[in-house]
C-alpha cells in the first residue's frame, strides 16, 4: 500500500539532516527515503558510527530535529534476546534484532536515552542481510524474534515499508515468528497484508494521562486502543503490554480504570497474552537519563538497584512498592482475561 508524502511527514518529527554511507548510496531504499525527504539536507559520509557515536551529542536536543542517518550493517544481524526480552512470552529461544536504532518517539522513561548518546535515527538499508541472518538461525530450530525491540518499526512504515517485508518474509519460514511492537495507530497500513499467523502484533498501552503525559509523540490511547480493536477484528495475533507501569500519586486509580477501559473496547478472547511490569532500567543508564533530564518527576522516585536474576542489576521501585503494583493490575486484569494469559516481567 503506498503512503503518501503527507502522511509521512505526520508520522516523522522535522528531520534536520540525512546522512548518508557511501555503502549505502546504491541501495534502493536509500533512494525512497531520500524521494520521501526532498527538502532535507543531505551528506555522505564514511560510516554511520562517525555522527552516531560522535563525543559531545546531547540525546533530548537532538530529537527535536534528529538527523536521519542511512547506512548498511554488517555485523550485528541478530542478537540473542534471552537476558533482555522475557515480556514477550513466547516457549521459544527469543532474538532481537535493529533494523532501526533509535524512535521517532520520545518516551520519558525510554531506555534508548541511556543507552545511546545521539537521539538521532540509524536506518539500516540493507534489510535482506538481516533476514538471511534470521534465516539461518531458523534452519536449526524455530525462533521468536523481535524486530522492534530499538526502535517503533511500525510508526516509520509510511517512510520505509520494513513491517511489511518482514512479514512477508515470516509468511514463507514456519519457524519464524516475529513480534512488531508499536506505540504506534498505523495498523492501517499493513492492514492488507491478510491474517498472517508468523507475526504478533503487540501495542503497548498506557493509561490516557501517562500516555499524554510522558510518552510524547506517541499516538494517544484510543488511537491504539482503536488499532487493536481493527486488528482483532482483522484476523490478527494481538497482544498487549502495559509496561512500564509508572507509580504517580493517583496510579492505583488510573490503572484500574485504564484496565477497564481496554476490556470495554476489545474483546478478550481476541488478546493472545498481556505482560505488565513496572519502570525497571538499567542503573547506568538511569544515572546517564539523570543527568540529562531535569523536567520529568517520573525519573526522580527513590529507586533502588537490585539484582534481576538472569537480566543483572536493575534500578526499580523498592519491593513493597513494586509487589503492591503487581498485585493490583493482576487482580484487575483477572477480572477479563485468563490467569495463563498474564504475564508480570521484571528484567
Same mark, same amino acid.
Given at each position: 500500500?503506498?503512503? =503518501?508524502?503527507?502522511?509521512? $511527514? +505526520?508520522?516523522?518529527?522535522?528531520? #534536520?539532516?540525512?546522512?548518508?554511507?557511501?555503502?549505502?548510496?546504491?541501495?534502493?531504499?536509500?533512494?525512497?527515503?531520500?524521494? $520521501?525527504?526532498?527538502?532535507?539536507?543531505?551528506?555522505?559520509? !564514511?560510516?554511520?558510527?562517525?555522527?552516531?557515536?560522535?563525543? !559531545?551529542?546531547? &540525546?533530548? =536536543?537532538?530529537?527535536? @530535529?534528529?538527523?536521519?542517518?542511512?547506512?548498511?550493517? %554488517?555485523?550485528?544481524?541478530?542478537?540473542? !534476546? %534471552?537476558?533482555?526480552?522475557?515480556?514477550? #512470552?513466547?516457549?521459544? /529461544?527469543?532474538?532481537?534484532?535493529? /533494523?532501526?536504532?533509535?524512535?521517532?518517539?520520545?518516551?520519558?522513561?525510554? &531506555?534508548?536515552? #541511556?543507552?545511546?548518546?545521539? #537521539?538521532?535515527?540509524?536506518?539500516?538499508?540493507?534489510?535482506?542481510?538481516?533476514? @538471511? @541472518?534470521?534465516? *539461518?538461525? @531458523?534452519?536449526?530450530?524455530?525462533? &521468536?524474534?523481535?524486530? +522492534?525491540?530499538? =526502535?517503533?518499526?511500525?510508526?516509520?512504515?509510511?517512510?520505509?515499508?520494513?513491517?511489511?517485508?518482514?512479514?512477508?518474509?515470516?509468511?514463507?519460514?514456519?519457524?519464524?515468528?516475529?513480534?512488531? *511492537? =508499536? %506505540?504506534?495507530?498505523? &495498523? $492501517?497500513?499493513?492492514?492488507?497484508? !491478510? %491474517?498472517?499467523?508468523?507475526?504478533?502484533?503487540?501495542?503497548s498501552l498506557s493509561p490516557d494521562h501517562i500516555a499524554r503525559r510522558y510518552e510524547r509523540g506517541c499516538a494517544p490511547l484510543q488511537g491504539r486502543l482503536l488499532a487493536a480493536r481493527e486488528a482483532i477484528r482483522a484476523g490478527w495475533r494481538v497482544r498487549l503490554c502495559i509496561d512500564p507501569i509508572v507509580r504517580t500519586a493517583d496510579w492505583k486509580r488510573q490503572y484500574t480504570e485504564f484496565v477497564r477501559e481496554i476490556f470495554r473496547r476489545l474483546p478478550s478472547d481476541g488478546i493472545e497474552e498481556i505482560s505488565f511490569g513496572v519502570v525497571r532500567l538499567a542503573p547506568d543508564f538511569l544515572k546517564r537519563i539523570q543527568l540529562m533530564r531535569q523536567d520529568s518527576d517520573i525519573l526522580y522516585f527513590p529507586f533502588v538497584t537490585e539484582e534481576s536474576g538472569t537480566y543483572g542489576k536493575v534500578s526499580t521501585y523498592p519491593a513493597d512498592a513494586r509487589e503492591e503494583m503487581k498485585r493490583v493490575l493482576e487482580q484487575e486484569l483477572l477480572n477479563h482475561i485468563a490467569t495463563e494469559k498474564i504475564h508480570f516481567v521484571h528484567g
Open positions: 500500500m503506498p503512503h =503518501t508524502e503527507t502522511e509521512t $511527514r +505526520s508520522v516523522l518529527p522535522a528531520v #534536520g539532516r540525512v546522512y548518508v554511507e557511501r555503502d549505502a548510496l546504491e541501495y534502493p531504499d536509500t533512494e525512497r527515503i531520500m524521494e $520521501r525527504l526532498p527538502d532535507a539536507p543531505v551528506q555522505v559520509i !564514511g560510516h554511520y558510527k562517525d555522527i552516531f557515536n560522535r563525543p !559531545g551529542q546531547h &540525546f533530548q =536536543t537532538q530529537k527535536h @530535529a534528529p538527523a536521519l542517518i542511512l547506512a548498511v550493517e %554488517k555485523e550485528n544481524l541478530l542478537y540473542d !534476546g %534471552k537476558s533482555r526480552v522475557a515480556s514477550w #512470552g513466547a516457549n521459544l /529461544p527469543l532474538y532481537y534484532n535493529a /533494523p532501526v536504532r533509535n524512535c521517532v518517539y520520545n518516551c520519558d522513561y525510554c &531506555f534508548l536515552q #541511556g543507552m545511546h548518546n545521539s #537521539g538521532n535515527l540509524v536506518v539500516y538499508v540493507n534489510t535482506e542481510d538481516f533476514m @538471511a @541472518a534470521a534465516s *539461518r538461525k @531458523a534452519s536449526v530450530e524455530p525462533i &521468536f524474534l523481535s524486530i +522492534s525491540y530499538l =526502535t517503533d518499526l511500525l510508526a516509520l512504515e509510511p517512510l520505509l515499508p520494513i513491517c511489511e517485508r518482514w512479514i512477508s518474509f515470516a509468511e514463507t519460514n514456519d519457524n519464524l515468528t516475529i513480534e512488531i *511492537r =508499536t %506505540k504506534s495507530d498505523l &495498523f $492501517r497500513v499493513i492492514r492488507h497484508l !491478510g %491474517k498472517p499467523l508468523n507475526t504478533v502484533l503487540s501495542f
